[in-house]
């Protein structure tokens, strides 16, 4: 009988243990494929983010970078070399998240920068976190920043912000964002939790 129990007390000591890592892994995150690593359809493209305006348009590149990394997946690299495309108004990398109006959460991401210049003339803009609010009548707000623009060069650094939920409000699009400029941008380890 004391057999038995031990090896059951194993057991549910090895089933805690799966339920801790389990919740590690998920972090509650609510960004999906948020390490950018994950490309089940082999596109050379993470998963379940939308890449548009001039980050996408030739000879601008965007790929997955294993050399550059926050984490133990690739990193997504942007590079710019022109702004003569077409849709060179912004660039952005964007999922769209479902939110509930009132509570609040904590938005992050991890970027570095290479040379990142704005068009000539321009004085205030850079590379961000930026989005936009779906409301309950399915219209896109305008978009707003998060955090900072920032330029030129620096390591890897978190950008973090909260925000809380305006009324009447059913989807977040958190975008990895940058205004009209030129240069070379890493992304990695997007993240979306509550704030309880
Ligand atoms: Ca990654
Ligand atoms: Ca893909």
């Given at each position: 009988?004391?057999l038995?129990?031990?090896?059951?007390?194993k057991i549910?000591?090895?089933?805690?243990?799966?339920?801790?890592?389990?919740?590690?892994?998920?972090d509650n995150?609510?960004?999906?494929?948020g390490d950018?690593?994950?490309?089940?359809?082999?596109?050379?493209?993470p998963d379940?983010?939308?890449?548009?305006?001039?980050?996408?348009?030739?000879?601008?590149?965007?790929?997955m970078?294993?050399?550059e990394k926050?984490?133990?997946?690739?990193?997504?690299?942007?590079?710019?070399?022109?702004?003569?495309?077409?849709?060179?108004f912004?660039?952005?990398?964007?999922?769209?998240?479902?939110v509930?109006?009132?509570?609040?959460?904590?938005?992050?991401?991890w970027?570095k920068?290479?040379?990142?210049?704005?068009?000539?003339?321009?004085?205030t803009?850079?590379v961000n976190?930026s989005?936009w609010?779906?409301?309950?009548?399915?219209?896109w707000?305008?978009?707003?920043?998060?955090t900072?623009p920032?330029?030129?060069?620096?390591?890897?650094?978190?950008?973090?912000?909260?925000?809380?939920?305006?009324?009447?409000?059913?989807a977040?699009?958190l975008?990895?964002?940058?205004?009209?400029?030129?240069?070379t941008?890493?992304?990695?380890?997007?993240?979306?939790?509550?704030?309880?």
């Open positions: 009988m004391l038995i129990l031990k090896k059951y007390h549910l000591i090895l089933l805690s243990m799966l339920a801790i890592s389990s919740l590690a892994w998920n995150n609510m960004v999906v494929n950018l690593g994950m490309d089940w359809d082999k596109n050379g493209l379940y983010w939308s890449i548009n305006w001039f980050f996408a348009e030739k000879p601008n590149q965007v790929y970078d294993k050399d926050i984490d133990g997946n690739p990193s997504l690299k942007v590079v710019v070399s022109t702004l003569d495309v077409p849709n060179n912004a660039g952005r990398i964007y999922q769209d998240i479902p509930e109006s009132g509570k609040t959460y904590q938005v992050s991401v970027v920068a290479k040379d990142w210049q704005l068009l000539k003339g321009q004085e803009g850079g976190l989005y609010l779906q409301g309950t009548n399915k219209q707000s305008s978009r707003q920043d998060l900072k920032l330029t030129g060069t620096f390591n890897w650094r978190e950008l973090k912000e909260t925000i809380t939920i305006p009324a009447k409000t059913q977040f699009r975008a990895l964002f940058a205004y009209p400029g030129t240069g941008i890493w992304f990695d380890n997007v993240k979306m939790v509550e704030v309880k």
